[in-house]
């Protein structure tokens, strides 16, 4: 890979809270010990299950969030020791699409101000060519330039977002994060939104890192992926290459969800994933799958994986990705150690216990109560 546009070494961000009156403080690794390489014109999609640290990660890597540890270099310079003064410089090449168009949009404000706001933040241009390029930009997201005058809540969600990124545009960046940019809309328009994304790209020069769950989005639109568990990578590939053969045993069950139309292929996919995620405020030691991966050793439950090559741009966390393989020859589940057991027992029985409890506070919440 040539020079990065944007690395991280070691990356933590570790949120402390503390229950009034109770006990002791906990600490939540919502981000722990990331280390990622962002070459500059690719896009990069970070994949996991909710609640696996991807929103968090995405505000450390432009600093919304300050790390508990490690670096963020963009540009080879290090983003999280800059002074406020030279930060705020910065972020006019580091812009965010957010996730929630309804919320992110001040309502107060016109669609015209809202773009404008970030060219006037950065001093960029005087009140005449702001206007103009206002004007421009909402005719290159697909909206007509006379909506400038109108406010957030005449759009639709499809054009909020069109607005989020036109405004992300504003400042002229270089690299743009997508929280789940799509997810909040209807698929209809989906399909839109990140072909103008890609076109956007393309025409600015765009290094885009796409946050998101939704795989065929992924598939669709990256060069490489990074797969994220409990607030680790545990994979990192071509998106091609992982998607036709993932080797972490997360990875292979997290796109072995996704549904094939095809009846020739019924049962040949990995087994799906069971269990919720452990909580990121007491993670399991060694490997943070083996709670429920089906190929935990005693190895797996003592020692933490490194991030190791696994091939060209490839970097796999798992003790045994090797033997378990691209799908040929899978050696069957090896027997669990009595302390493995024990505790992959505990982490099931914890989950089912919460998922019982989120049914009934969904019953509780459709029947007033009244269950
Ligand atoms: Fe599974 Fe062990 Fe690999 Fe973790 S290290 S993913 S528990 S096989």
Known sequence: MSAPILETVGLCKHFVTRRPLIGAPTVVRAVDGVDLRIARGETFAIVGESGCGKSTLARLLIRLLDPT?????????DIAALPREEMRRLRRDLQFVFQDPFSSLNPRMTVGALIE?????????????RRAEVARLLARVGLRPDYASRYPHEFSGGQRQRIGIARALATGPKLLIGDEPVSALDV???????????????????????IAHDLAVVRHMSDR?????????????AAQTLFEAPLHPYSRALLGAIPVPDPARR????????????????????????????YATELCAAERPALRDAGPGRHVACHHFE???????????????????????????????MSAARRGHTTNQTTGGMT
């Open 69 to 77: 540890h490690g670096s963020v270099f963009y540009d080879g310079r």
């Open 117 to 129: 706001e970030p060219m006037r933040a950065h001093g960029i241009g005087d009140a005449a060519q």
């Open 188 to 210: 209809s328009v989906q399909a839109q939104v990140i072909n103008l994304l890609e076109d956007l790209k393309d025409e600015f020069g765009l290094t885009l890192i796409v």
């Open 225 to 237: 992926v990074g797969v994220m568990y409990l607030g680790e990578i545990v994979e990192t590939a």
């Open 267 to 294: 049962g040949q996919a990995p087994a799906a994933l069971t269990g919720d995620l452990p909580s990121p405020s007491a993670p399991p030691p060694g490997c943070r799958f083996h709670t429920r991966c089906p």
């Open 323 to 353: 033997c378990i393989g691209a799908g040929h020859g899978l050696p069957p589940p090896p027997e669990r150690a009595p302390h493995v057991a024990r505790r992959f027992a505990l982490y099931r029985a914890g989950s089912e216990r």
